[in-house]
C-alpha cells in the first residue's frame, strides 16, 4: 500500500522553476503574436511571475536568461523578486543571438569569437554573485549545416576548453548545467547533440557540471525516462527544461502533448531519489506561450507537473518491487498503470486548500482580474520577447 501521507509530504516539497521569457512575447520564426499586458522589463517578468507562485504555491524561482533580462542592479533585481515572495533561480547564458555567432559561439573556428563567448559565459557568473544564483545553464546553438564546413573533432576540442574555462571560474555552491540538443539551428552537426555527449564533457568537468534534460530536444521516439534513470544513477543530472513537443522543439506546455510521457519521467525521478531536495535537481519549465495567454499558460504548466508527480509518488513502490522480483510483467505493468489512471485532482485540491491556496488556482486566478490590470497598465514602452 502506498502511504498517503508520503505522497502529500513529497507534493509539499516540490518546487518547479518557471522561465522568465514564457512571459514574454514569443512565436515562430513566422510571426509573434504580440498579447496585451506583456511585461517590458525583467521586473514585470518576475512579477507575473510571482503570480504562478501565489496561485500553485510551487513554483517559488524564476530563472533569468541573460541579455534578455539585462539589468544595471542584478542585487537590485533579486531583492525585486524577494519583495514579490520568489527569487532568481538559474542564470541561463545566451550565446545564440549575436552577429559573430554564425558558425558557433565556444566552437566558432575564430579564437576571437570563441572568447567573446566564453566572456559572456564568464559575466553571467558574475550574474549569479550578484544574485545568488546556483545554476549556469549552457545551451549552444553551435554547430555546422554542411558536411565538410568544420572540423568536428576540433570543435569538441574548442567546446571542451571553454568549458573547462567557465568550471574554474564558477564559485561554491555554484554548478554548470550543460543542456544538449538534437539539432536546430544546425541541421548538420550540433556540438552538443545528445546526453551522451554532454554527459561525457560533464564526466570530465567534474562535479561542478551536470546535464540538464530538456524534454523537446530528442529525436522521436526517444525513451527519456530511461536517459533519466541513467543520469540519475550516475549522479549527472542536474535538472529538466520541461515542455511538450509532438514534433521537434515545440516548447509547448508540458503535459499537454503526453501526460503518459511526464509521469514515466517524473516516477523514474522519484524512483532514483531525485525528487528529495537534498538531489539538488532543478525542475525547470522551458516554454513559449506563442498562442495562448502567458500566466495562465504557466499555471496549467505547474499543474501538469504537479500532477505527473502525484501519479509517481503513488506507485506502491513494494507492490511494483515484488512482481519485478516474481518476473510478473503483467502485475509490474497494472503496479503502474495503477498509479497513473488514478485522478489525483482530489486530492491536490485538498492539498492546496490545507495550504491556504484556492483547490482551483486556473479559476482564482481568473477571477482575480490580474490579466486586464496588467493590460490596462503597462501602456507604452516596448513588450519583451525573446528576441529572435
Ligand atoms: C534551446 O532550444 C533552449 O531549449 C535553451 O534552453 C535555450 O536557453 C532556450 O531554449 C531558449 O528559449
Ligand atoms: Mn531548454
Keep these: 500500500m502506498t502511504d498517503l501521507g508520503a505522497v502529500t509530504a513529497g507534493l509539499r516539497q516540490q518546487a518547479i522553476e518557471l522561465p522568465s521569457w ?70 541561463n547564458a545566451n550565446v545564440f543571438q549575436d552577429n559573430d555567432y554564425r558558425l558557433g559561439s565556444i566552437t566558432n573556428p575564430d579564437p576571437r569569437i570563441r572568447r567573446k563567448a566564453v566572456d559572456h559565459l564568464l559575466a553571467c557568473v558574475d550574474v549569479m554573485d550578484a544574485t545568488g544564483s546556483a ?30 574555462t567557465v568550471r574554474d571560474r564558477l564559485g561554491g555552491g555554484q554548478r554548470m548545467l550543460l543542456e544538449y540538443k538534437l539539432f536546430e539551428p544546425a541541421f548538420y552537426t550540433t556540438d552538443v547533440p545528445d546526453w551522451g555527449t554532454a554527459y561525457a564533457h560533464c564526466r570530465e568537468l567534474g562535479e561542478k557540471a551536470q546535464v540538464v534534460v530538456d524534454t523537446g530536444h530528442h529525436a522521436p521516439g526517444t525513451n527519456i525516462e530511461f536517459i533519466v534513470a541513467f543520469l540519475l544513477r550516475e549522479g549527472k543530472l542536474g535538472g529538466f527544461d520541461f515542455n511538450s513537443r509532438f514534433y521537434a522543439d515545440d516548447d509547448l506546455m508540458v503535459g499537454a502533448a503526453d501526460p503518459f510521457q511526464l509521469f514515466r519521467i517524473m516516477y523514474e525521478v522519484v524512483r532514483g531519489g531525485g525528487h528529495d531536495p537534498s538531489a539538488g535537481i532543478a525542475f525547470m519549465l522551458d516554454q513559449c506561450h506563442n498562442i495562448e495567454p502567458k500566466i495562465p499558460g504557466q499555471i496549467r504548466s505547474v499543474l501538469n507537473a504537479q500532477e505527473a508527480t502525484a501519479k509517481a509518488l503513488l506507485v506502491d513502490a513494494d507492490a511494483l518491487a515484488a512482481a519485478q522480483r516474481e518476473g510478473d510483467v503483467l502485475g509490474a505493468n497494472a503496479v503502474l498503470m495503477d498509479a497513473y489512471n488514478t485522478d489525483v485532482r482530489p486530492l491536490l485540491a485538498d492539498l492546496r486548500a490545507e495550504q491556504g491556496l484556492d483547490p482551483d488556482p486556473m479559476a482564482a486566478f481568473s477571477r482575480s482580474g490580474y490579466l486586464q490590470k496588467i493590460a490596462d497598465e503597462r501602456v507604452g514602452g516596448r513588450q519583451a520577447g525573446w528576441g529572435a
Design 22 to 91: 514564457a512571459f514574454g512575447n514569443s512565436g515562430t520564426r513566422f510571426k509573434v503574436f504580440p498579447q496585451p499586458g506583456v511585461p517590458r522589463t525583467p521586473e514585470e517578468k518576475i512579477a507575473d511571475a510571482a503570480q504562478v507562485h501565489r496561485y500553485t504555491g510551487i513554483a517559488p524561482s524564476v530563472a533569468l536568461h541573460i541579455p534578455w533580462d539585462r539589468v544595471d542592479d542584478y542585487a537590485a533585481l533579486a531583492e525585486h523578486a524577494r519583495g514579490l515572495g520568489v527569487r532568481i533561480g538559474t542564470i
Design 135 to 164: 545554476d549556469l545553464k549552457l545551451w549552444f546553438a553551435d554547430g555546422t549545416n554542411y558536411p565538410g564546413q568544420d572540423d568536428i573533432r576540433a570543435r569538441q576540442d574548442r567546446l571542451a576548453e571553454a568549458l573547462a
